[in-house]
């Protein structure tokens, strides 16, 4: 049976401006439509393509997305930044509506999209939770039958009978789930919200949505940037890419799908005036780059030489550059900083950084570089997106063969001892 289907929808925004924005607009609309004729304003617009300045008012943040979803089923939907992940569960949700098309739901849904969705700041924890149950179209003998249940896995009971607008980010986020999970909904729609909470609480998340998915046979819909969630929840997955839905499959070859498109290449070089390279008015990245340290290919037994430079125009602090290493599926390797200057002797001008990852350390799989510039080590200057990316192949046994679990994959110096047997006894 299906619990969702989604039918040529479209979503297209006007950038600064509230619906049309200007009379002229609505006119022309006005008129185009007593005459029968399509909306002009569909036939414009670019998409949502973060990184180009682009020439339209107009964008499409979705565009002609087409997909069914049988109840039951766990979906993980990913992207990268701006691809119309939130906005495509915002149109499920019924939060807003879609520019075109259209979507059929079969049964009540619950959503969690941003901290303090559907709560009221002045009512109390104990009155929003029956207030999302009423949402939910419950009586107030079933909310009744689960209040205890939702507040023991919320850990918020001390709290309960406090307005929400004095909770801090985590309480909400652990309260607005507890009401999702917990209430009666056939549809459970979340949102990558639980990033805000701390590690066990998004472990004891993802426990009750499996619980959810697998055990209640409700249908789930979870976008996140943790592919490790995803794949240990999710059954299917569909891939967004710059509004358009680029994949749906099974979720392993859908987080495949998305890997090979997220791929960062493995050196960065500006070239040209200094204003045109990637930061910002604090630092300038000129180059940075990944490299087998031995041979022409990066593999397990090459190491890797690392290389930044880049134009800091902070002079007379203490200037860092923090290093964060993480796997595809946005599992931390490591995150270490190389301290520039120490006596508040920074200068304005070049500077480079150079080291290299031992061989026999990163197993094979593909990675990520992220960069932080720093004050003090705790003031942020500049944070990078992922710049660079390589992959560590296994060449010895083959590309991508012999994957043993793990991140690292250390070569031991064993020593191993024979004794005589006949001494034991």
Known sequence: MLALKAE?????????????????????????KVRGKEDPYLKIGESNDR????????????????????????????????AGKST?????????????????????????????????????????VFLNGAILGMTRKEITRKFDEIVAFSGVERYIDTPVK???????????????????????????????????????CLGKMNDVAKGEGRTILFVSHNMTAIKELCNKGILLNQGQLAYRGNILDTIIEYQKNSEAKARYIHEGPLDGAMGNENIRILEFSAQPNHGALIDIESGIKIKLRFYNFKAGINLDATFELRTYEEVPVFHTAAIISTNNDSETKEYCVEFVLPRNLLNTGNYYFKLIFGEDQRIPLYISANIIGFEVENVKFGKNMSVLPGIIRPELDFKINNYDSSTIF
């Open 51 to 82: 990184t180009t300045k682009g020439d339209s008012e107009y964008v499409w943040s979705l565009r002609d997305i087409n997909f069914e979803i049988e109840q039951g089923d766990a979906i993980g939907i990913i992207g990268r930044n701006g």
């Open 166 to 204: 004095r909770y801090s980010s985590g309480m909400y986020v652990r309260l607005a789930f507890a009401v999702a999970a917990h209430l009666e909904s056939e549809i459970l729609i979340v949102d990558e919200v639980l990033a805000v909470g701390d590690a066990d609480f998004q472990k004891k």
């Open 88 to 128: 495509l569960l915002k149109l499920l949700s019924k939060v807003t509506k879609p520019t075109t098309g259209k979507i059929f739901t079969n049964g009540r849904i619950a959503s969690l999209l941003e901290v303090g969705t559907g709560f009221h700041p002045e009512m109390t924890g104990r009155e929003n």
């Open 8 to 32: 040529n929808i479209s979503k297209q925004y006007r950038l600064g401006q509230v619906g049309t924005g200007t009379l002229s607009h609505d006119l022309n609309r006005f008129w185009h």
